[in-house]
């Protein structure tokens, strides 16, 4: 799949398949959530608005608040690639999203995933 086809893709068809993701490891929609604020600054009510407008993960990662600083510790490997070595800025905060969701998924308590 290319970059471009990734960046239109509706973050409200991405969303459900993060939380899918957590669930089946037994992690909650509140713990994706948790990262979606942690990672863009959204809170419950505009991370709800950006769903209802089905904007694309282009547009949701340029109107975030506020991308967390922390975001550049994000470290290692997701869909074969090592995330902090993506060149492409959007790119590298979706993957960044995808890896903290797969770190929950795969048992890591929720302030470990955070890197705060």
């Not at 470290?75 to 960044?96: A, D, F, N």
């Amino acid at each position: 799949m290319t970059d471009e086809r990734v960046f239109k893709m509706e973050f409200a068809r991405v969303y459900p398949l993060l939380v899918q993701k957590a669930e089946r490891k037994g992690r909650t929609k509140a713990e994706v959530d948790a990262i979606i604020f942690w990672l863009t600054g959204y809170d419950n009510t505009t991370l709800q608005a950006q769903i209802e407008r089905k904007v694309n993960l282009e547009t949701f990662f340029a109107e975030a608040p506020q991308i967390n600083l922390n975001a550049t510790k994000i470290t290692g490997v997701i869909c074969g690639q090592r995330v902090e070595e993506i060149k492409h800025p959007l790119m590298q905060k979706i993957r960044w999203l995808d890896k903290l969701v797969d770190e929950l998924a795969k048992g890591k308590p929720l302030d470990k995933v955070l890197k705060s």
